[in-house]
């Protein structure tokens, strides 16, 4: 168990490092059934385990140019605004519904990046940061109205994190991509930074309402901090299409178990 415990942590780096988010996915159910966490504490454990990496795997992507600060400021903003409003709303939904909803997201989010888009047009505005994204705009939008766009789309993707009561990895990374425009790999590292923010804040929501085992969450994050610098340098070895192709997969595949588990 101890080995797998450590495989679980590494994987979750990985997964971090590689496509910016799914930590949570695999950090929980490996606290739960590999080190017998009860099931509030690990999923507090995972927040922080998932926040700490997350912080760590961010800064080395901002080193690297490959994440733009204002665009994550701004996107993770509104995602907490938003995120609260879904929460909320979520309370009063059923958890299969929500399920099979995420996992719709999910399905729609992995078509629409297999599919063969057509190159960016040329109207888009250089925005200021690391990584320099390409935000398709109309002629006469300008700066303000590409970061209201920004905004938009952190409230729905907060709305939709909210209501189906899993980390937002999955929906940002797509929306900055297939939204904003933002290349895979600058999206991926934007991603980790908000990422990181929202889970520092659900961590602290848990603080002092459920027990936390503080020596079983340093040495899973330490394996994971490790596995996410590797995800990290494998994610500058391919193209930009190549990890649209595999993130696209590795979310059939997270939808399709989250679909037999939770809602078949």
């Known amino acids: 168990m101890f080995i797998l415990a450590i495989l679980a942590g ?10 910016g988010s799914g ?10 059934v590999l080190l017998h966490v009860e099931a509030k504490s690990a999923i507090a454990m995972s927040l922080g385990i998932v926040a700490v990496t997350a912080a760590i795997s961010g800064w080395d992507n901002w080193r690297r140019g490959n994440v733009d600060i204002r665009i994550a400021a701004m996107f993770g903003l509104f995602g907490v605004i ?12 059923p958890v299969a519904v929500q399920l099979a909803l995420f996992a719709l997201i999910m399905y729609a989010a992995a078509w629409k990046m297999l599919r063969k888009n057509k190159p960016l047009a040329q109207t888009g505005v250089q925005l200021a940061g690391a990584g320099g994204p390409n935000i398709p705009v109309s002629e006469t939008g300008g700066l303000q109205a590409q970061m209201g766009h920004i905004a938009m789309h952190g409230i729905g993707v907060g709305v939709l994190t909210g209501l189906v009561g899993v980390g937002g990895g999955f929906l940002i990374v797509p929306a900055l991509v297939l939204l904003s425009g933002i290349p895979m790999k600058t999206a991926i590292g934007t ?14 929501g848990y603080m002092g309402a459920v027990p936390v085992d503080w020596a079983v969450m340093t040495s899973f994050t330490a394996v994971t901090v490790v596995g996410s610098f590797f995800g990290t340098r494998i994610a500058h ?3 930009q299409e190549m990890l649209k192709r595999s993130f696209a997969v590795f979310l059939i595949f997270v939808a399709t178990y989250i679909m037999i588990k939770g809602v078949i």
Do not use: E, Q
């Not at 590494?10 to 496509?19: D, N, P, S, W």
């Not at 991603?191 to 602290?204: D, E, N, T």
């Open 10 to 19: 590494a994987a979750t780096g990985i997964v971090l490092g590689l496509f």
């Open 23 to 32: 930590g949570s996915i695999i950090a929980m159910p490996a606290l739960m």
């Open 191 to 204: 991603s980790l930074v908000i990422v990181s923010a929202k889970s520092f804040a659900g961590f602290a």
């Open 82 to 93: 938003g995120t609260y409003g879904g929460a909320r709303l979520g309370v009063l939904t």
């Open 237 to 239: 070895r391919f193209s």
